[in-house]
Structure formats: C-alpha cells, structure tokens
C-alpha cells in the first residue's frame, strides 16, 4: 500500500520535527499532496492511523491540503486545472501543456503540544 509508505514518512518527519522543538506530542500534522500521487483519501486516513501508532503522532490529526495538476491551454493560454484526469481546456477542448507541480508531498507544519514540558520552549527564548 503506497499510502502507508507516505504515512509513515510523515510521521517520522513529524516526529522528527517535534524532538527538534522539544516537544513531546503532535496534535496536528499539516500538509500539501500533489493530485498525482493519485492517493486515496480513505485510504490515507487509514495508512495514518497505522502509521502513527506508538509515536509522537499518536494522537495527531492528519490534514492534507490536495494541490490540482494545472495545464495551459495552447490557444487562449489559460491555466486549469485538470479535474479527472481531463487534460482539455474548458473553453476550447484543445489538450493543455502540463505544467510543473502536483507531484508535492511536502509536510508544511505540525502543531505541537508542550504541555507535558512546560517551560522548555521558554527557556529557549
Ligand atoms: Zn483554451
């Protein structure tokens, strides 16, 4: 299962993320998908519960922002985005040019709970 791979990335990203801020549990896990790695919603929330069994994750919510696969039109120039996998442009059902992005998988943030190590992200500062 390809999504359980991901999963599993993003959590030990995440994870890694959090010892580095000293905390000691993630509360949320924010990131960018590209729609070409074709993965399947369900089946990601499902990889992720797995995935994060027993780490610092474990009680973290997973929230993936879908970036679209874009094309321009070679007539009116316009950028779409590809819906289904139809690479036409809605106004002249010409096929776009494929543009760079939709293949992210990026983990942009992560929320972190200090609670259990008050004063540790105070000292720092
Ligand atoms: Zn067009």
Do not use: K
């Not at 993003?10 to 010892?19: D, I, M, T």
């Amino acid at each position: 299962m390809h999504e359980l791979a991901i999963a599993q990335q993003l959590v030990e990203l995440a994870g890694e993320h959090a010892r580095r801020a000293g905390a000691r549990r993630v509360t949320r896990l924010n990131c960018r998908i590209g729609a070409l790695r074709r993965l399947e919603s369900d089946l990601m929330s499902s990889a992720f519960e797995i995935a994060r069994a027993g780490t610092a994750c474990e009680e973290a919510e997973l929230v993936v922002e879908c970036v679209p696969i874009r094309a321009r039109c070679p007539i009116c120039a316009q950028v779409f985005a590809v819906a289904d996998w139809n690479w036409r442009c809605p106004d002249c059902a010409v096929e776009g040019e494929p543009l760079p992005g939709g293949d992210e998988l990026e983990l942009i943030s992560i929320d972190a709970d200090n609670e259990l190590t008050p004063g540790a992200a105070e000292h720092e500062s």
